[in-house]
């Protein structure tokens, strides 16, 4: 940069990768013993820049919901962190990981708890880094709220007669398409003559709030020798489990835990079986 007139010049950086600071000197200009300019500056003059350093850190919560369900909370994994001051923003898009992103007004904390979600939604955390009035900002990884499309239920419906007489009674049956599923890999050892056995929790978030109509198959793989020696028990969420009494180590509470199976199949081993709330018959002698 030269300035030749009276006034002020101004000038580019390349491009500042590195935190700390960088300074840039103007120096006196003067061949021989006389300056160039008449009223050069006395002695050289140094201005420093500082690079603010941001990293974004990361956040936690991808999952999936019912249309209008409340998620749980995209939580922090690891917190920003930066040279000054660090501050958060959160954004959310209904386009991609990568595109279509606002800021979601008053949300400021290392953590987010989204509320009434109906199309899928992508949520990041904007870590901030402010020295002085200069600030620079990184997006954190992007996590997605999926919304389960059940869209109107495929319903196939039927009758137990075509013809009947006044007044008889027919059966009218119906089978809808819509699902939901949920699986539990515990992969824990079964304590031998424990009377408090081991717990599986199945994770079912998403769920609406009414399961009126609803059928529930629960499948289990339990590779156990003598399966006759397993008692399996079902409680739903909130529910509990009463005390034992003769054969059973456990009891059940009416509205809040069932007993899906005890002492069946004898010496078999290995316990493979799908309980349905609509069977036949109960099960007795399940082997594998």
Known sequence: MTITTAGSGSFSTRVLANGGNTSITITNLSSGTSPICSNAIAANNTATISVINVNAGSILGAQTVCPGGDPTLI?????GSGDGT???FWESSTTSASAGFSTIPGE???????SGISVNTWFRRVTVSTIGLSSCQSPSNAVL???LTLGPPSVTAGVSTTSACVGSLINLTATSNNLFSATANPNTAIIDN????ITSLIAASGLPTSLSGWQVRVTVNIPHTYTADLEIYLARPGGSFGAGSGNNQVGTIAGQSIRLSNDNGGSGDGYNCVFRDDAASNVTTSKR
Do not use: F, H, K, Q
Request: aromatic share 10%; net charge negative.
């Open 75 to 79: 939580s922090n994994d690891v917190l």
């Open 145 to 147: 709220v999926s919304v």
């Open 86 to 88: 660090i501050t958060y």
């Open 108 to 114: 400021t904390g290392d953590s987010y708890d989204p």
């Open 194 to 197: 424990n009377a408090t056995g």
